[in-house]
């Protein structure tokens, strides 16, 4: 008997978190927290877990959407047992530190929400089974009632550094989580690595760009084109591009574009500023690219050239010395180094912001990168507009599956079912059309938070 409860995640990106029951054996899939929710709401329902058996998380990759909850778990199941790629328990932890300042940082007023302390992140990390890509372990619970062992192995998704797809088998049957997922290549990662991985039972799928037109986000190739134009643009004007990204991912692969096109001649030599635990995470990268598949072994993040934003006391500077600012949070996040910086770029009539990455429909980025030089933006609900003064352009470089590899992914997997999960609903119902329509033997679900979902009755 396996059982399938979403405790978050499903039709939203954010507090990812996905329950399996496998003959006895409680298995969570991620355990992440929802970036646009506070207090328990931002939570996944972990009261879900209550009269269930919880042995193991296995955690895909160390975005926040995706881990950010562990403390929350393990302070609630001390017992369940953690498991994640290597790499993914070396950023752990930096950024779940980086969480807690966070956190403290904002009062929490909600009555009984206990915030994790520094301590027990220390004590947690030490507790993550740190596993290499491909390699199996066993996951039989202590109620476990069937004879057929479970295996798990993790699957590089070339994501980020050390995100992988998680694979379980039982009984002859298999499941397969892809986390988030990359198909094609980026600046640093590599596509995803599926082999070996065939004729799947159960396919749990993240569906984030299934509403976006991929004619639209083109190919890294024509987009560092595009960009690279653009920035020259602006630097020759005399103004500062202000790119928002993700100081886990984004930050290293934009900041290795950015240098590869000016060791081309390509992009004009100027400043690049960087900061925060970005800086830390780019250290990882270098770290480990002998051990992970990556497209070039031997660039070294910190050897580029870059500066610290951090240190920058007047932001006249970059009125005065035309620059590059890659700043976190990627959706510009209330609060966030790349929010406060919007405020003197949308002044300035000569600079520019650009968006590399994806923006939740209910963030700040989002809501700027959709307003245009001349318009009103209110970046949050209860702020004042604000007239923007510098350019806004949006480019393409996706760390997710475009619709039409998630499609390849499906074929090449060939499952029984799949269950469509991180994604908001548009995206879930464009990936589940295409399925039904192009793969009449495949069982769509499209699951909802909190619902129990029978998958293989008999192993």
Known sequence: MINFIPLGGSEEIGANCYYLNI???????DC?????????????????????????????????????????????????????????????EVT?????????????????????????????????????????????????SNSFDIVGSFHDAGHILGS???????????????????????????GCDLQGIRYVDILILETTYGSTDSEKIGTWATETERLTKAINRIIHGGGSVLIPVFALGKTQEILSLLYNQMQKRKLIETNIFTGGIGKEISN???????????????????????????????????????????????????????????????????????SVGYMDSNTPGFRIINSEKGSEVKLTEFSEPKKVNCEIKRFYFPSHSIREDLLKIVEKLNPKKVILVH????????????????????KVISPINGRAIPLLNHI
Not at 117 to 132: A, K, M, P, Q, Y
Not at 173 to 182: L, P, R
């Open 23 to 29: 003959s006895g054996t409680g298995i969570l899939l």
């Open 32 to 92: 992440g927290i929802h970036p646009q929710k506070t207090g328990y709401e931002s939570l996944p329902n972990f009261s879900l877990l209550n009269e269930l058996p919880l042995d193991f998380v296995l955690i895909s990759h160390a975005h926040q959407d995706h881990i950010g909850a562990l403390p929350f778990l393990i302070h609630r199941f001390p017992h369940a047992i953690i498991y994640s790629t290597n790499q993914t328990k070396e950023i752990a």
């Open 96 to 144: 779940l530190h980086n969480a807690a300042n966070i956190l403290a940082q904002n009062s929490l007023e909600e009555t009984g929400f206990k915030i994790y302390t520094h301590e027990e992140i220390d004590l947690l990390v030490r507790s993550i089974r740190g596993i290499n890509y491909n390699e199996p372990i066993k996951l039989n619970g202590m109620r476990h």
């Open 164 to 190: 992988a797809g998680i694979l379980l088998e039982h009984g002859g049957k298999k499941i397969f989580y892809s986390g988030d997922i990359n198909y094609s290549n980026q600046s640093i990662m590599i």
């Open 284 to 354: 990882l990268y270098d770290k480990n690219r002998y051990v992970t598949r990556r497209s070039d072994k031997e660039i070294l993040l910190k050897e580029i050239p870059q500066q610290n934003i951090f240190e920058v006391d007047d932001l006249s500077y970059f009125s005065k010395n035309p620059s590059i600012v890659l700043a976190s949070s990627g959706m510009m996040l209330e609060g966030t180094t790349s929010f406060k910086l919007l405020d003197y770029w949308l002044k300035q009539h000569n600079f520019a912001v650009f």
């Open 423 to 442: 994604g908001e609903k548009n995206s879930v119902d464009w990936v589940g059309e295409k399925i039904l329509s192009h793969f009449s033997n495949i």
